[in-house]
């Protein structure tokens, strides 16, 4: 199955700056990369994805990057505020092509921001 | 529009008890997963369900854990028996079978 790498682990930002987390996968074929957003005692809950025929994707302060060749994929968050402090967890399909929608998660970014 | 709904919420149990985890998907999704969630392991497939068939049931997990899918509106995971190990989150999750995921909240469980 497919194997996900995410770094850092810990992340401390100020507020307003911006927070970068990046991920790397092992199977060329995966066509999609979600970033899901988990709140302490709450389930983690999608914020943005990207499919393997696009660069990049923004939705308001959160920008997503995707190399297919390095098989790199990043979660940018600009203009951080302490609502942004969390859990994130990027993911790519489990299977060639991931059609099945299992997922793999990488293991995890705890962001902090700071005031 | 009701989402994913795990119970109990919380579970303490003594080792070698029996539990059972109960998950109802959202409404009209044909794929269902659970996931442990531990600090040390992160998400861990343990099984997935494809409109009630078993598509994967667990690797390392297989000899104690079991999860069913009785209708399309209600899945278990039985835990037997239970190992201090075991103590983590348990998260159900359904989809449309689109790779989009929505999680329950969740089942802590925490085995002494």
């Known amino acids: 199955g497919e194997q996900v790498e995410q770094l850092p682990s810990i992340l401390r930002v100020q507020e307003r700056s911006s927070a970068s987390i990046n991920c790397t996968y092992e199977?060329?074929?995966?066509?999609?990369f979600p970033w899901y957003k988990q709140e302490p005692g709450e389930n983690p809950k999608l914020i943005i994805d990207i499919r393997s025929n696009m660069e990049r994707k923004q939705i308001q302060g959160l920008i997503v990057l995707l190399d297919k060749k390095a098989k790199r994929f990043s979660l940018h968050i600009t203009d951080t505020q302490p609502a942004d402090s969390a859990m994130y967890f990027c993911a790519a399909p489990m299977n060639t092509g991931g059609l099945s929608g299992k997922l793999t998660f990488g293991e995890g970014t705890q962001v902090t921001v700071i005031s | 529009d009701a989402g994913v709904t795990q119970t109990p919420r919380h579970e303490v149990a003594e080792k070698g008890q029996t539990i059972i985890l109960k998950c109802e998907p959202v409404s009209g999704h044909n794929d269902l997963f659970w996931y442990r969630q531990t600090k040390i392991q992160g998400l861990e497939l343990l099984s997935y369900f494809r409109s009630k068939s078993l598509m994967e049931d667990g690797g390392a997990f297989k000899d104690r854990f079991k999860a069913e899918m009785l209708n399309s509106s209600f899945s278990t995971l039985k835990i037997q028996p239970t190992e201090p190990k075991d103590s983590a989150v348990y998260l159900c999750?359904?989809?449309?079978?689109?790779?989009?995921?929505?999680f329950g909240e969740g089942s802590r469980l925490i085995v002494v």
């Open positions: 999750a359904s989809s449309l079978g689109d790779n989009t995921l929505y």
């Open positions: 199977n060329s074929a995966s066509n999609y």
